[in-house]
């Protein structure tokens, strides 16, 4: 075996660390480069979304904004859309600047991709602007799914009150009906007012799948629409426990004192869900004629039940009130006391500002 000097093996040692340091510093300046291409970018948003907002305030020319939109990286381009987030008359003075903007017909092609998420994402970027392209191309991305991308361009067409986006959906329940009911219910509002006759009448002939069916009831209540009071109404005797509550939920939104007499039925229900939900929606009401079912519900067995009856009856006032203090002074139930004596002490929001 051959001995080497320690010159030799100095050498050698040196040679091996300068390697190594070679490939840390190329690490580095990967790492160096990307950021800068990041800060770039990002200076390249911020810019393009200060030059939008000039234009949007009269101080920029429709077919400048267009030359610098199109020059742009089309990330950058969406994303200087995104932090505008335009609504109403900007979004129609945007979408007629930027209508020949090729970066829409790279995502109109895009929905065509292989790839449900790249279609979601292009179905997205498509509905920050208004198109009648891309209205007709959304429309066939929503007919085509899955359920993601069926979502998103609803979405996208919801931004534009595309009533026939609406009654597709309607017609297909199937379509979303893995959705939460909570992002179905945000979907709906984005229809607009336009969207109500047209979930009214669906509501009425029985055609919505379970989730859609309680968005819709959700939509209506908290656009405070009585007409659909009745229609509602009537889901309170529902088989499905979840339906009974939206119902509840809505017309407490509402307010219509001709649903009262349902409430006060709701009051018996044998789940606790429903029964809390009726006595927080007959709270709403403020009608006298139930303070004495209320004060009944203050032994019910469930600590909801308790809770929203006791602060229905505070809601209603002098006589709601002295039902309160003689259940607190009078009742042998410990637990219907204690939650009178909550109320009439002002509350969980006097005890924090004590």
């Known amino acids: 075996m051959p001995i080497h000097s320690p010159s030799v093996l100095l050498g050698a040692g040196l040679m091996l660390l300068s390697m190594i340091a070679g490939v840390g510093g190329g690490a580095w300046l990967v790492r160096s480069v990307k950021r800068r291409e990041r800060a770039i970018r990002r200076h390249g948003v911020a810019e393009l979304a200060r030059e939008l907002r000039a234009f949007l305030r009269g101080r920029r020319g429709a077919r400048?904004?267009?030359?610098?939109?199109?020059?742009?990286?089309?990330?950058?381009?969406?994303?200087?859309?995104?932090?505008?987030?335009?609504?109403?008359?900007d979004r129609r003075r945007l979408s007629r600047a930027l209508a020949r903007c090729e970066h829409l017909t790279d995502e109109r092609r895009a929905l065509r991709d292989d790839s449900p998420w790249r279609r979601e994402l292009a179905a997205r970027r498509l509905g920050l602007l208004r198109s009648d392209a891309s209205r007709r191309a959304l429309r066939r991305a929503l007919a085509r799914g899955p359920a993601l991308v069926t979502l998103a361009a609803?979405?996208?067409?919801?931004r534009d009150r595309d009533g026939a986006a609406l009654r597709w959906l309607i017609a297909h329940p199937q379509a979303l009906a893995r959705r939460t009911p909570r992002a179905l219910a945000a979907l709906l509002r984005a229809f607009g007012r336009g969207a109500r006759p047209l979930l009214i009448e669906a509501l009425n002939a029985g055609?919505?799948?379970p989730a859609l069916e309680r968005a819709a009831i959700e939509t209506l209540g908290l656009a405070g629409d009585r007409d659909a009071s009745g229609t509602i109404e009537r889901r309170l005797?529902?088989?499905?426990l979840e339906l009974r509550v939206a119902a509840a939920r809505a017309l407490g939104r509402l307010r219509d004192r001709d649903s009262v007499p349902a409430l006060l039925l709701l009051l018996a229900d044998p789940e606790w869900q429903a029964r809390a939900h009726a006595a927080w929606a007959l709270g709403q009401m403020r009608d006298l004629e139930t303070v004495e079912a209320l004060a009944e519900r203050l032994t019910d067995r469930a600590w909801w039940v308790r809770r929203h009856a006791a602060y229905a009856l505070d809601r209603l006032g002098a006589r709601g009130r002295t039902a309160l203090q003689w259940t607190a002074r009078h009742s042998s139930d410990p637990y219907a006391r204690d939650m009178a004596s909550e109320v009439l002490e002002g509350g969980f929001e006097r005890a924090k500002g004590a």
């Open 64 to 89: 400048a904004v267009a030359d610098l939109a199109a020059s742009a990286e089309a990330g950058a381009f969406w994303a200087a859309l995104e932090t505008l987030d335009a609504r109403g008359r």
């Open 154 to 158: 609803a979405g996208a067409l919801a």
């Open 207 to 209: 055609r919505l799948e």
């Open 237 to 240: 005797q529902s088989d499905d």
